[in-house]
């Protein structure tokens, strides 16, 4: 499967911004999907997880009641909406798929099977 996210950019503290992942060459609805972010500096950290129909999600603590992951099957296209943006927010976000590693927190620390080219997003205080 091939992943390419879209939608960073700009944005002041306390805004919003959506990214986008579209996803070809696979069954889009068989991936677990994801999305990572990597800071300036920092290790590349898990951000967000979606069941393959979407009815399950989870998040990093420092993003929940902000960020909102989702994904529509019918387009092969995942999202990441990012409400009340933190300057801490700033990273180059990917989005990846997995196959292998079933569903359940915990599972995607180390990653996923798949990687798309990241997306940066920079807010600015």
């Known amino acids: 499967v091939q992943l390419q996210a879209s939608g960073g950019g700009l944005v002041q503290a306390g805004g919003s911004l959506r990214l986008s992942c579209a996803a070809s060459?696979?069954?889009?609805?068989?991936?677990?999907m994801g999305w990572f972010r990597q800071a300036p500096g920092k290790e590349r950290e898990f951000v967000a997880a979606?069941?393959?129909?979407?009815?399950?999600?989870y998040y990093v603590d420092s993003v929940k009641g902000r960020f909102t992951i989702s994904r529509d099957n019918a387009k092969n296209t995942m999202y990441l909406q990012m409400n009340s943006l933190k300057p801490e927010d700033t990273a180059v976000y990917y989005c990846?798929?997995?196959?292998?590693?079933?569903w359940g927190p915990g599972r995607y620390y180390y990653g996923m099977d798949y990687w798309g080219k990241g997306t940066l997003v920079t807010v600015s205080a």
């Open positions: 990846a798929a997995d196959l292998s590693r079933g």
């Open positions: 979606i069941s393959w129909s979407g009815g399950s999600t």
């Open positions: 060459g696979g069954t889009f609805s068989s991936y677990v």
